[in-house]
């Protein structure tokens, strides 16, 4: 195990322990308003064996990862060619900047009215909020990582005579492969972000759906079980993200 991961390992192990001490030992944090170790456990048991909010964990997890995956991916089928396409073309740029200028600065959050008025309470209001906040960082950075591509590499390319579709693929693309995996990352935890306000309301399942109906019940500690898994998901889908950006880029690796 490399050094960080034993630092890293060895600060979860002072916060928890602190956490043990303030709320279990001292009593010095009141756990009617920040639940015990003891209280997360007891909730943790529950909604596992028994079921919370209508449902047990594992189908709140399945719901909220599945919200996550399509509004994810369709945000960056439609957000990488986007950006690529305004970064390689000055007319599309031209004429696509305007509008995604007047998107871009609209806060995932506030599409949540419209996305109930157009398409109800169900998952696909969930989902297209979640796409606008995917599709933002993922056209920014995979413009920019065009963008940034040098004049010579282009020319060289072009003056071999590289058809337009293998410049694309073969040049384009993996020149701006790091930015686009970047807006990825940053898509990714946006997405986890507007999946948990998006859930709190009219959600029938998922991560959000157990924080909103522990809120009611004022219950710190399914409150706490919830963001705990919000976190270990966003944590596991980002690190599989980045394992896939590994393969891809190998040479990133290398200079790391």
Not at 197 to 206: D, R, W
């Amino acid at each position: 195990m490399s050094r960080r991961s034993l630092i890293g390992l060895a600060t979860i192990g002072v916060l928890l322990a602190t956490w043990y001490v303030l709320t279990m030992v001292t009593g010095t944090i009141d756990t009617g308003r920040f639940p015990s170790p003891d209280d997360v456990w007891l909730a943790a048991k529950q909604v596992v064996i028994k079921g919370y909010a209508n449902g047990r964990l594992h189908i709140h997890i399945l719901h909220s990862l599945r919200l996550v995956a399509m509004g994810f991916l369709f945000a960056i089928s439609l957000g990488v060619p986007l950006g690529l396409l305004m970064g390689w073309s000055s007319r599309a740029e031209a004429l696509i900047n305007p509008i995604f200028l007047l998107v871009r600065p609209v806060p995932p959050l506030a599409w949540i009215p419209l996305a109930i008025l157009w398409l109800g309470l169900g998952d696909s209001a969930k989902v297209m909020v979640i796409f606008f906040a995917a599709f933002v960082p993922t056209v920014i950075n995979t413009h920019a990582g065009v963008r940034n591509i040098s004049s010579p590499i282009i020319e060289a390319a072009r003056m071999l005579g590289t058809p337009r579709a293998a410049l694309v693929l073969e040049v384009l693309v993996p020149a701006a492969l790091p930015s686009i995996f970047t807006g990825l990352r940053l898509a990714l935890q946006a997405s986890w972000t507007t999946l948990v306000a998006a859930e709190l309301v009219g959600a029938i399942a998922g991560l959000g759906r157990i924080l909103n109906v522990a809120q009611q019940d004022l219950y710190p500690g399914m409150i706490l079980v919830a963001m705990i898994w919000v976190a270990i998901l966003g944590w596991s889908t980002t690190r599989l993200l980045e394992a896939i950006e590994e393969r891809a880029l190998p040479w990133l690796v290398v200079r790391r």
